[in-house]
């Protein structure tokens, strides 16, 4: 490793280049911040362009009856009441300007023959507010993103592995981490920092986060420096991941298979969407669909890989080719199947993370002075189900609001204390995992860390179950701290691996520790031993390194949009879409 450090400095770090951190990144340069965004991740590849689906925004260009109010409400039901009211009515209202945003930089949306922005049905949404651009929304948002990012010559360095946050008295100086090319340490002095580093779905066996990626990083970054972590618990499990080839276990076979008529059976060939919802059956939404899914495989009835069958073998092959490009490259790509002809084996997939960093609604900052964090690294807005399209503009709403409100903070900043010994803190901890002569591999550490949150904390919990999790996870953090690091002539993907899992162990307890807590069944955390949701427990569990899970009720929602979301929800699937 290079004996020197590369010493950066500048007002606003961004640390994930993604389409939160990008949007930050942009509002940062526009308004004549020094911004350096930094990443894991090439930038072209981040996890933003695997989103398929949408965008929401109350446009009204289908439907003129639709309002922010009405988004609000549809967020706030599907969060089954846990969403913080002032972050949803932030994101519903500042959704049309996120989308006047793309559009103003050359976002190519779907569009209606008269030149209107295309708007779609997804799931739980009363009104058609999903615009989209094919299937592939989420990689033309990065790519538009980019644009203008390159437009206003932001700096991005997407070969920095950030290990720590430098802290001094509570307030952030900067961060520290390394080149994942060559292994020169990294010290960056920055007056605030935004953090925008994912979420932890990695930590599970079947997942739609490739490697490297989702793996907690965030939330150790910002627990370790004062940060508290909120609904860890509550994971999104989608209803379609693919099984085969292990490497890519948990790839997404995209909901519009079955929104197009696509047919789930078991392996007795049973259509079993009848038991668990006969009226709206495959286009039930994720939470339910996974749940079916999930039963059909403990009760026995799954294939042998522990899995069910989706079959879109009896539509027209042009609906295939037309409707389902992706899915069928994807098929092809990975398991030479054709989808035409044959079912995909598919079970339920760790696919999103609706807990994350505690912030306020209004700039989402941590409590930590000068530390924020957006998109899947932050909290508050999706509750215990994600609603469908809202996470694309999450970070298109609070990139543009935390990129502002970080960009005040520093410009008025009177002082900037940095702390050495936080510096030599963080030097050490990296200095000892290479001369580390340990007997553990990281990967090796990583996959029984996924096993264990599969078998204990998957779709189904129990006491039981995360209090065996919890023995587990203490065994494997004991192991980690005999880990050996190797780099080599590739390298330092080892280290990079090796602070992976440290994020991932920490995301993992906090995960087990919450689910314990919560005993009821809401939403995605479905519990065997508690059935019935609670409502005492109407809030989040906010946890911390040294204080646990705490309970914490969640506000009223205002008269704007309280009575719309307690109003009868129409589930007719007539011309919908899934979410």
Same mark, same amino acid.
């Given at each position: 490793?290079? /004996?020197?450090?590369?010493?950066?400095?500048?007002?606003?770090?961004?640390?994930?280049?993604?389409?939160?951190?990008?949007?930050?990144?942009? /509002?940062?340069? /526009?308004?004549?911040?020094?911004?350096?965004?930094?990443?894991?991740?090439?930038?072209?590849?981040?996890?933003?362009?695997?989103?398929?689906?949408?965008?929401?925004?109350?446009?009204?260009?289908?439907?003129?009856?639709?309002?922010?109010?009405?988004?609000?409400?549809?967020?706030?039901?599907?969060?089954?009441?846990?969403?913080?009211?002032?972050?949803?009515?932030?994101?519903?209202?500042?959704?049309?300007?996120?989308?006047?945003?793309? *559009?103003?930089?050359?976002?190519?949306?779907?569009?209606?023959?008269?030149?209107?922005?295309?708007?779609?049905?997804?799931?739980?949404?009363?009104?058609?507010?999903?615009?989209?651009?094919?299937?592939?929304?989420?990689?033309?948002?990065?790519?538009?993103?980019?644009?203008?990012?390159?437009?206003? *010559?932001?700096?991005?360095?997407?070969?920095i592995y950030i290990t720590r946050l430098l802290a001094s008295d509570g307030r952030i100086f900067g961060a520290y981490g390394f080149d994942v090319v060559d292994g020169t340490p990294v010290i960056i002095h920055a007056d605030a920092v935004i953090l925008a580093a994912g979420g932890h779905n990695r930590i599970w066996r079947n997942t739609s986060s490739r490697r490297d990626e989702?793996?907690?990083?965030?939330?150790?970054?910002?627990?370790?420096?004062?940060?508290?972590?909120?609904?860890?618990?509550?994971?999104?499990f989608h209803p379609s991941g693919i099984l085969e080839p292990a490497d890519a276990a948990g790839t997404l076979v995209s909901e519009a298979a079955r929104g197009e008529g696509g047919i789930l059976r078991n392996a007795l060939g049973e259509r079993y969407m009848e038991r668990y919802d006969p009226e709206r059956m495959e286009l039930s939404t994720r939470d339910r669909v996974a749940?079916?899914?999930?039963?059909? %495989?403990?009760?026995?009835?799954?294939?042998?890989?522990?899995?069910?069958?989706?079959?879109?073998?009896?539509?027209?092959?042009?609906?295939? @080719?037309?409707? !389902?490009?992706?899915?069928?490259?994807?098929?092809?790509?990975?398991?030479?199947?054709?989808?035409?002809?044959?079912?995909?084996?598919?079970?339920?997939?760790?696919?999103?993370?609706?807990?994350?960093?505690?912030?306020?609604?209004?700039?989402?900052?941590?409590?930590?002075?000068?530390?924020?964090?957006?998109?899947?690294? +932050?909290?508050?807005?999706?509750?215990?189900?994600?609603?469908?399209?809202? $996470?694309?503009?999450?970070?298109?709403?609070?990139?543009?609001?935390?990129?502002?409100?970080?960009? $005040?903070?520093?410009?008025?900043?009177?002082?900037?204390?940095?702390?050495?010994?936080?510096?030599?803190?963080?030097?050490?901890? !990296?200095?000892?995992?290479?001369? $580390?002569?340990?007997?553990?591999?990281?990967?090796?550490?990583?996959?029984?860390?996924?096993?264990?949150?599969?078998?204990?904390?998957?779709?189904?919990?129990?006491?039981?179950?995360?209090? =065996?999790?919890?023995?587990?996870?203490?065994? !494997?953090?004991?192991?980690?701290?005999?880990?050996?690091?190797?780099?080599? %002539?590739?390298? @330092?993907?080892?280290?990079?691996?090796?602070?992976?899992?440290?994020? =991932?162990?920490?995301?993992?307890?906090?995960? !087990?520790?919450?689910?314990?807590?919560?005993?009821?069944?809401?939403?995605?955390?479905?519990? +065997?031993?508690?059935? *019935?949701?609670?409502?005492?427990?109407?809030? +989040? @569990?906010?946890?911390?390194?040294?204080?646990?899970?705490?309970?914490?009720?969640?506000?009223?929602?205002?008269? =704007?949009?309280?009575?719309?979301?307690?109003?009868?929800?129409?589930?007719?699937?007539?011309?919908?879409?899934?979410?």
């Amino acid at each position: 490793m290079p /004996e020197t450090e590369r010493l950066l400095s500048t007002s606003v770090l961004v640390i994930g280049t993604g389409g939160a951190g990008l949007r930050a990144a942009i /509002e940062l340069a /526009e308004r004549g911040v020094q911004v350096l965004a930094v990443g894991k991740r090439r930038k072209h590849d981040a996890h933003t362009t695997l989103a398929a689906g949408g965008i929401n925004a109350a446009l009204g260009t289908m439907d003129p009856e639709d309002s922010w109010q009405q988004h609000a409400a549809d967020t706030l039901r599907e969060s089954y009441f846990l969403a913080d009211p002032a972050i949803v009515e932030t994101v519903a209202r500042g959704a049309a300007r996120g989308i006047e945003d793309l *559009e103003r930089w050359g976002m190519p949306f779907a569009r209606e023959a008269d030149g209107r922005i295309s708007q779609r049905f997804f799931g739980a949404h009363t009104y058609r507010r999903t615009c989209y651009a094919g299937d592939y929304t989420g990689l033309e948002i990065q790519r538009t993103l980019l644009r203008r990012a390159r437009e206003l *010559e932001v700096p991005i360095v997407d070969t920095i592995y950030i290990t720590r946050l430098l802290a001094s008295d509570g307030r952030i100086f900067g961060a520290y981490g390394f080149d994942v090319v060559d292994g020169t340490p990294v010290i960056i002095h920055a007056d605030a920092v935004i953090l925008a580093a994912g979420g932890h779905n990695r930590i599970w066996r079947n997942t739609s986060s490739r490697r490297d990626e989702n793996t907690g990083d965030s939330f150790r970054l910002a627990a370790l420096v004062g940060g508290r972590i909120r609904d860890a618990e509550l994971v999104q499990f989608h209803p379609s991941g693919i099984l085969e080839p292990a490497d890519a276990a948990g790839t997404l076979v995209s909901e519009a298979a079955r929104g197009e008529g696509g047919i789930l059976r078991n392996a007795l060939g049973e259509r079993y969407m009848e038991r668990y919802d006969p009226e709206r059956m495959e286009l039930s939404t994720r939470d339910r669909v996974a749940l079916a899914s999930y039963t059909e %495989i403990a009760e026995g009835r799954g294939t042998e890989n522990g899995g069910v069958l989706l079959d879109v073998s009896h539509l027209p092959r042009e609906v295939i @080719f037309d409707k !389902l490009p992706r899915v069928y490259r994807t098929l092809i790509d990975l398991q030479m199947l054709d989808i035409t002809e044959q079912p995909i084996e598919i079970a339920p997939t760790a696919h999103y993370s609706m807990g994350g960093v505690w912030v306020n609604a209004a700039d989402h900052g941590t409590g930590v002075d000068g530390l924020y964090a957006i998109g899947e690294a +932050s909290s508050g807005l999706h509750g215990a189900n994600r609603l469908g399209g809202n $996470s694309l503009i999450e970070l298109l709403v609070y990139g543009r609001i935390t990129g502002g409100e970080a960009a $005040s903070y520093a410009a008025n900043l009177t002082h900037v204390t940095r702390d050495p010994d936080a510096v030599a803190d963080a030097r050490a901890e !990296l200095q000892l995992l290479l001369a $580390s002569r340990g007997t553990e591999t990281p990967r090796k550490l990583q996959r029984a860390l996924r096993d264990l949150m599969t078998a204990h904390a998957g779709v189904v919990r129990s006491e039981r179950g995360l209090r =065996s999790g919890l023995d587990e996870l203490a065994e !494997l953090e004991a192991r980690a701290a005999d880990l050996g690091v190797h780099p080599d %002539i590739a390298g @330092f993907d080892d280290l990079a691996h090796a602070y992976d899992l440290y994020g =991932s162990l920490l995301a993992a307890r906090a995960t !087990l520790e919450c689910a314990l807590e919560r005993r009821e069944t809401r939403g995605c955390h479905n519990r +065997s031993d508690f059935p *019935e949701q609670d409502d005492a427990l109407h809030g +989040s @569990f906010v946890w911390t390194p040294e204080g646990g899970a705490v309970f914490e009720p969640v506000a009223e929602a205002p008269e =704007s949009f309280r009575d719309l979301a307690r109003a009868h929800l129409d589930i007719s699937v007539t011309g919908k879409l899934v979410e």
